[in-house]
Nanobody
Framework: QGELVESGGDSVQAGGSLRLSCTTS????????VAWFRQADGKEREGVAF??????????ADSVKGRFTISQDKEDDAKNVYLQMNSLKPEDTGTYYC???????????????????WGQGTQVTVSS
């Protein structure tokens, strides 16, 4: 099992909802930028949601703003970052990856080169 493990991908109808989960280790989670990226077939990978786990800061791509919510769970030994996706559209289809940077800077720059650890991805398919 890798350092970042995603789950929750599925096939849904347009307008539906999904909740993706990313489970990671303490050293990757604490005071770090954790993000969700997605990649559709034939398209470049894009960052859709970013969260700084050391504070109350998050950022969303315009394409998902108002529909997606990124959150974190620090209880006990669980280190999870979630992506709640509502009002899904066919253009949300793709493989969703959880990624961890090394500091808040990754959240500010939001370039995938700033994220050194990646999960294996989970597939989201939205049909019209």
């Amino acid at each position: 099992q890798g350092e970042l493990v995603e789950s929750g991908g599925d096939s849904v109808q347009a307008g539906g909802s999904l909740r993706l989960s990313c489970t990671t280790s303490t050293y990757l989670f604490n005071h770090n930028c954790v993000a969700w990226f997605r990649q559709a077939d034939g398209k470049e990978r894009e960052g859709v949601a970013f969260i700084y786990t050391g504070g109350n800061w998050s950022f969303y791509a315009d394409s998902v703003k108002g529909r997606f919510t990124i959150s974190q769970d620090k209880e006990d030994d669980a280190k999870n970052v979630y992506l709640q996706m509502n009002s899904l559209k066919p253009e949300d289809t793709g493989t969703y990856y959880c990624a961890a940077g090394t500091s808040f800077q990754a959240c500010l720059l939001r370039s995938d080169s700033e994220f050194l650890r990646w999960g294996q991805g989970t597939q989201v398919t939205v049909s019209s």
